[in-house]
């Protein structure tokens, strides 16, 4: 995830630099945790390819609070309550007190079509430190890319309960080829609502993620995206907003962001370079873990092909810090061992390869991103040789 704010904040002088780890340090991870798989929602591209339906072998609630009080040995930190959709679990509160009776920052993802006036007091009671609602267009976009109508109107009444009620509320955006002209009206509607945190996440092809990569947003959708968060995001410095920009599943944006700032701020160019190759981009298997619903541990939330051992069975810090597989150390690798136009970029120590989901799916998990966009000139590709015509 980039920080964008924070990092033009300190640029700014009005906040420290992001905190980091050596990349590829190990440490304990930022965790996002599936609660349960169920969800009123369907998705286009939902990397956990939920569905309104009850399934099998989950956690239950006295295995979940063990889960927690493992974690809380290792040594995390923030966790992240996810799903399907979390509110449809009748225990999601007792877990969450438990949470933060540990200390725990805790999040709450949801899709906020379940949020309303018969639970906000309950949501409010909770004291998440913010709660993440998903919005991914506009009303008929966003009703179509959920595949229910009425969805929108449902998540932004969410919103508005929970600004009313004091919650911190982050708005979350996939970006695709559907919804990336929309980018601006998105941006105005986080200042109508109050929100003060927008997450902008690049498609990751996984579980219905990965059949709709056609959606992918072009190259130039995603810089020109980039650019008008980057455009927000210091505007909102300036004027001593409070707002938290941050985008995720592309950490070549890292690149577009440090170009911005050599354009508009060449003065603090160097010292964002410095953050920026002290942060090392792409952090799956190190710095991001995910437990789904039934107990796997994977590298992150868009690794369920990969199961690194299960917490019903073996402590989290022993799969993630005693006993890590093989691929969590290539994963924690810096920089990591990848081909194509990855391993050639100038940028890889700060990028780190970016996510490997994509290449994944394209069918080379340590080959190039498909996803990047950045051009050969910027990553320090040779120019094509040219080949010479004889006419004899």
Same mark, same amino acid.
């Given at each position: 995830?980039?920080?964008?704010?924070?990092?033009?904040?300190?640029?700014?002088?009005?906040?420290?630099?992001?905190?980091?780890?050596?990349?590829?340090?190990?440490? +304990? +991870?930022?965790?996002?945790?599936?609660?349960?798989?169920?969800?009123?929602?369907?998705?286009?591209?939902?990397?956990?390819?939920?569905?309104?339906?009850?399934? @099998?072998?989950?956690?239950?609630?006295?295995?979940?609070? *063990?889960?927690?009080?493992?974690?809380?040995?290792? &040594?995390?930190?923030?966790? #992240?309550?996810?799903?399907?959709?979390?509110?449809?679990?009748?225990?999601?509160?007792?877990?969450?007190?438990? =949470?933060?009776?540990?200390?725990?920052?805790?999040?709450?993802? *949801?899709? &906020?079509?379940? #949020?309303?006036?018969?639970?906000?007091?309950?949501?409010? /009671?909770?004291?998440?430190?913010? !709660?993440?609602?998903? #919005?991914?267009?506009?009303?008929?976009?966003?009703?179509?890319?959920?595949?229910?109508?009425?969805?929108?109107?449902?998540?932004?009444?969410?919103?508005?309960? $929970?600004?009313?009620?004091?919650?911190?509320?982050?708005?979350?955006?996939?970006?695709?080829?559907?919804?990336?002209?929309?980018?601006?009206?998105?941006?105005?509607?986080?200042?109508?609502?109050?929100?003060?945190?927008?997450?902008?996440?690049?498609?990751?092809?996984?579980?219905? &993620?990965?059949?709709?990569?056609?959606?992918?947003?072009?190259?130039?959708?995603?810089?020109?995206?980039?650019?008008?968060?980057?455009?927000?995001?210091?505007?909102?410095?300036?004027?001593?907003?409070?707002?938290?920009?941050?985008?995720?599943?592309?950490?070549?944006? =890292? !690149?577009?962001?440090?170009?911005?700032?050599?354009?508009?701020? +060449?003065?603090?160019?160097?010292?964002?370079?410095?953050?920026?190759?002290?942060?090392?981009?792409?952090?799956?298997?190190?710095?991001? /873990?995910?437990?789904?619903?039934?107990?796997?541990?994977?590298?992150? *939330?868009?690794?369920?092909?990969?199961? !690194?051992?299960?917490?019903?069975?073996?402590?989290?810090?022993?799969?993630?810090?005693?006993?890590?597989?093989?691929?969590?150390?290539?994963?924690?690798?810096?920089? @990591?061992?990848?081909?194509?136009? $990855?391993?050639? $970029?100038?940028?890889?120590?700060?990028?780190?390869?970016?996510?490997?989901?994509?290449?994944?799916?394209?069918?080379?998990?340590?080959?190039?991103? +498909? &996803?990047?966009?950045?051009?050969?000139?910027?990553?320090?590709?040779?120019?094509?040789?040219?080949?010479? $015509?004889?006419?004899?």
């Amino acid at each position: 995830m980039l920080r964008i704010s924070q990092y033009l904040k300190a640029l700014a002088g009005q906040a420290p630099a992001p905190r980091t780890s050596p990349p590829g340090s190990l440490r +304990p +991870p930022v965790v996002i945790w599936n609660l349960l798989r169920r969800c009123n929602l369907t998705c286009k591209h939902c990397y956990a390819t939920s569905a309104d339906s009850v399934f @099998r072998d989950e956690l239950d609630t006295s295995a979940a609070l *063990t889960v927690i009080d493992d974690l809380h040995d290792a &040594g995390v930190k923030v966790l #992240i309550l996810s799903g399907g959709e979390p509110l449809l679990r009748d225990d999601l509160f007792v877990l969450s007190a438990h =949470a933060r009776a540990k200390g725990f920052f805790v999040a709450l993802s *949801t899709n &906020g079509t379940l #949020i309303g006036s018969h639970n906000i007091a309950q949501i409010h /009671a909770a004291n998440f430190d913010y !709660v993440g609602i998903s #919005i991914d267009g506009l009303e008929a976009t966003h009703d179509a890319f959920r595949q229910l109508k009425g969805s929108f109107a449902s998540s932004m009444q969410a919103i508005r309960l $929970c600004r009313e009620h004091g919650i911190r509320v982050g708005l979350r955006t996939t970006l695709t080829q559907e919804n990336h002209a929309q980018l601006p009206q998105l941006l105005g509607l986080m200042h109508e609502y109050d929100v003060q945190k927008f997450y902008l996440s690049h498609l990751n092809y996984s579980g219905r &993620g990965k059949r709709s990569r056609k959606l992918d947003a072009r190259q130039q959708m995603s810089r020109d995206a980039m650019r008008l968060i980057f455009e927000r995001a210091w505007d909102d410095v300036v004027q001593g907003r409070d707002s938290d920009f941050v985008s995720g599943n592309n950490d070549a944006d =890292a !690149v577009l962001l440090l170009q911005w700032v050599n354009e508009h701020l +060449p003065e603090h160019a160097a010292q964002l370079e410095h953050m920026l190759r002290a942060w090392g981009g792409n952090a799956s298997g190190s710095g991001i /873990a995910n437990i789904d619903n039934t107990g796997e541990v994977h590298p992150d *939330t868009y690794w369920w092909q990969h199961s !690194v051992g299960n917490v019903r069975r073996t402590p989290f810090r022993t799969l993630w810090l005693e006993q890590p597989d093989a691929l969590l150390q290539q994963l924690r690798a810096h920089p @990591r061992a990848v081909g194509g136009r $990855c391993g050639e $970029c100038r940028w890889l120590s700060l990028c780190n390869g970016n996510t490997r989901t994509r290449a994944w799916a394209e069918g080379n998990l340590w080959g190039q991103d +498909p &996803g990047c966009h950045l051009s050969d000139d910027e990553i320090g590709l040779p120019p094509l040789a040219t080949i010479a $015509c004889v006419t004899q």
